[in-house]
């Protein structure tokens, strides 16, 4: 685990170079700008299409379609074309943020705000020296396999379905962040 020098420093050379998620940018600022906090790192939830060579095989997996916001059928064909082998999957992964806690009173004040806007499985991760991480994540994703040794086992018809349900899905996860940045905004305006 970092130190919070080093992980804003970090951050803010990511958020220099357009690494980091545009719509959360607000929200880590302001944990950022909490003394009782850092962020260490984040995705503000994302849609995607994968190759993934054989199960479990992360390092080997690629995205062939990675979106932080709504898509369309047009934007799935296009990565349904790069697909060449393995295992074809349609993912939406939740917001996931990693928050370094000054205390245990302070970690416990971020998973219930966390938890009061549905990130559910938001909890404790590691406690060092440097302070007590703390993992924000909620319950939205969406795993369907649609494609093995190269070849697409599904219809249009059932990739217009997935993404209209993709689309669902990201729209909630970004409602939670909305009301993550919300209530931090509030922590932040108690502090002052």
């Known amino acids: 685990m970092m130190d919070r020098e ?26 950022n700008s909490l003394s009782e906090y850092y962020t260490t790192s984040s995705c503000s939830g994302r849609i995607a299409i994968m190759e993934i060579p054989d199960i ?22 296009k990565a349904i074309k790069k697909y060449n082998n393995g295992f074809l999957y349609f993912f939406v992964q939740s917001s996931i943020y990693h928050v370094v806690a000054q205390n245990p009173d302070a970690a416990d004040r971020l998973i ?11 909890s404790i991760r590691v406690i060092k020296d440097q302070g007590i991480l703390v993992e924000i994540l909620g319950t939205e994703h969406m795993q369907i396999p649609m494609g ?31 009301c993550l940045e919300e209530k931090i905004s509030s922590l932040l305006l108690s502090s002052s």
């Open 6 to 31: 080093s992980a804003i420093k970090k951050y803010e050379k990511a958020k220099n170079n357009g690494e980091v998620d545009k719509d959360i940018i607000s929200l880590l600022d302001k944990i």
């Open 56 to 77: 479990g095989d992360k390092k080997g997996s690629s995205f062939l379609g990675k979106w932080h916001s709504e898509i369309d059928y047009e934007d799935v064909k």
């Open 112 to 122: 219930q705000i966390a938890k009061n806007c549905g990130f559910k499985y938001s």
């Open 148 to 178: 093995l040794d190269g070849k697409v086992k599904i219809c249009e018809e059932d990739i217009l379905f997935f993404t209209d349900i993709a689309n669902i899905i990201l729209k909630r996860i970004k409602s939670k962040n909305r």
